[in-house]
């Protein structure tokens, strides 16, 4: 970074920032960087084009991260202390989503763990940008003699999503059709000593690549040129997500909610059930056991008017009973979408509820998510 | 027929003691995708600068202000159900209501076009 007068906090910059900047990019600040939120065709187009072809992200700004042991064991069992998901049973290759706790079962972040293909002493972690000072501090004020965290700065990542994405990376890297969903591999991408995951934010198949920071401007512009693929912002990053039912970290999930409460608990397994052994667990298990409080559910209000985070939820009888933690406009639907939380009792499917915005009251259905249904290739 | 702007980039086009209200090209340029309008009920009154209707974006809702007082006479019912006329043709069919002034005289606090065009220079 340049320097800057003292008392400001300068915006980061990824590499592949200049690129955005050519593009015509709307830059915004997110999590301490500059990030393109939308380029010049715009938030729908952008969607609607990752849902139809391939959809290029620049997600460099998310935290990658290393946990690095003397054996596979070891470092997992470092990590089980912090998360609640079966790292110990990873395959290498295998790709898996967890959150890491507080000792309250509360999410301090949620993250992909990935027992590599090639190494038998570390776990790779990609975990959320706003969040990863703070997860770096916890993860080493937790850490076994003998197991380190390794913060990989010098790499980018980039994100390929949509239903032409695998033929376009396989133009690249033949061995990215190996890849099934949540698996990754180390491969050359164009001459790139690249990490690619069969995994993505938006619902779609498609594939994450960790590649370094100073290939990532060659790997960019060639993905680019492909006719199938455009560049996409975090606007429609955003409301891809949100469609695809995936959590926002701040925002559906955050230190109070636990897992079971967010609808979270496919990925705890069942060895973990079992045995417990991750903070919070008296909570969570006894959320499993008995069911939690409050859920997260999916709603699909009347109408076109969108209801966005912080929307009351009401009850038949006029009672609060929720609150709406993302909401907006679903593209592919072409009609608003919300999630939320409300008390359990509420959390039925096809409960009638209602959505107080700007004073007015939208009726809303609880429906099932997620609200575009998931192309993954398994 | 004259055209006026608000800092908050609203426009009104006065023709006689009616003014047709929406927001500037520069508006619908920041503002990105329009996906819902809310437009008030035709015969309310409206203060300057009192919230007149509200336009969301894929990711944000925004209010649309009053540039001037006056009765609203009519509303633009074919932006609810397309709201992407907003980004389309904002000046023309992306209109949003047409308001009979109750003081023309407040349109001397407006900006003309060309002022909001140096205007613009000075935000960007």
Redesign the interface.
């Known amino acids: 970074m340049a320097s800057s007068p003292p008392g400001s906090a300068p915006l980061r910059h990824t590499p592949l920032h200049s690129r955005h900047v050519a593009l015509g990019a709307?830059m915004v600040p997110f999590a301490g960087y500059d990030m393109p939120?939308?380029y010049a065709k715009?938030?729908?187009a952008e969607?609607q084009h990752t849902r139809k072809a391939a959809g290029l992200f620049d997600v460099s700004h998310m935290g990658q991260l290393a946990l690095v042991g003397p054996d596979h064991a070891s470092v997992s069992r470092a990590l089980e202390a912090l998360v609640p998901a079966d790292i110990l049973g990873l395959v290498p290759g295998q790709q898996r989503y967890s959150q890491l706790l507080n000792d309250q079962g509360g999410i301090i972040d949620d993250l992909m763990v990935t027992r590599p293909l090639d190494s038998d002493d570390r776990l790779l972690l990609v975990v959320n940008a706003a969040c990863k000072e703070g997860d770096i501090r916890h993860i080493r004020q937790h850490l076994p003699e003998g197991v380190g965290l390794e913060v990989l700065d010098d790499r980018a990542l980039l994100a390929l999503q949509g239903p032409e994405a695998e033929a376009v990376l396989a133009r690249h890297a033949p061995e990215a059709r190996n890849l099934s969903f949540m698996t990754a591999a180390p491969m050359q991408v164009a001459g790139s000593a690249c990490h690619v995951s069969r995994s993505g934010y938006t619902g779609e198949d498609g594939f994450e690549i960790s590649v370094p920071a100073d290939r990532a401007g060659a790997l960019w512009d060639l993905l680019l040129a492909e006719p199938e693929v455009e560049p996409v912002g975090l606007?429609a990053r955003?409301?891809l997500r949100l469609e695809a039912g995936l959590c926002l970290y701040g925002h559906d999930i955050n230190e109070e909610t636990s897992p079971v409460e967010a609808g979270l608990a496919w990925s705890i397994q069942r060895r973990r059930r079992q045995e417990g052994g991750f903070p919070g667990s008296h909570r969570i298990l006894e959320e499993l056991e008995n069911g939690p409080l409050r859920r997260r559910i999916g709603l699909q209000p009347e109408g076109?008017?969108?209801a966005?985070e912080g929307t009351e939820i009401k009850d038949a009888a006029g009672e609060l009973v929720g609150e709406v933690t993302s909401g907006?406009?679903a593209?592919t639907l072409g009609a608003?979408v919300a999630m939320g939380y409300v008390a359990s009792d509420f959390a039925r499917e096809g409960t009638q509820l209602t959505l107080v915005v700007?004073g007015k009251e939208i009726p809303a259905q609880v429906v099932p998510m997620p609200f575009v249904a998931h192309r993954y290739k398994r | 027929m004259t055209t006026y702007y608000t800092k908050d980039h609203e426009y009104i086009r006065v023709e006689g003691d009616t003014g047709t209200v929406g927001i500037s090209d520069y508006a619908q340029s920041q503002l990105?995708?329009v996906?819902?309008v809310?437009l008030p009920a035709v015969g309310k009154t409206l203060t300057k600068g009192a919230e007149a209707a509200?336009v969301?974006?894929?990711?944000?809702?925004s209010e649309v202000y009053a540039p001037v007082s006056g009765e609203v006479i009519a509303v633009n019912s074919a932006i609810?159900e397309t709201?992407a006329t907003v980004n389309e043709d904002p000046l023309g069919d992306g209109w949003f209501l047409k308001i009979r002034l109750s003081n023309a005289g407040e349109l001397q606090e407006l900006m003309t076009e060309e002022q909001y065009e140096d205007y613009l220079k000075t935000i960007s």
Not at chain 2, 56 to 61: D, F, G, R, T, Y
């Open positions: 709307r939120v939308q715009g938030i729908i969607h606007g955003d409301s076109r008017m969108p966005r907006g406009f593209p608003p700007r | 990105g995708d996906v819902f809310e509200v969301e974006s894929v990711k944000a809702a609810e709201p």
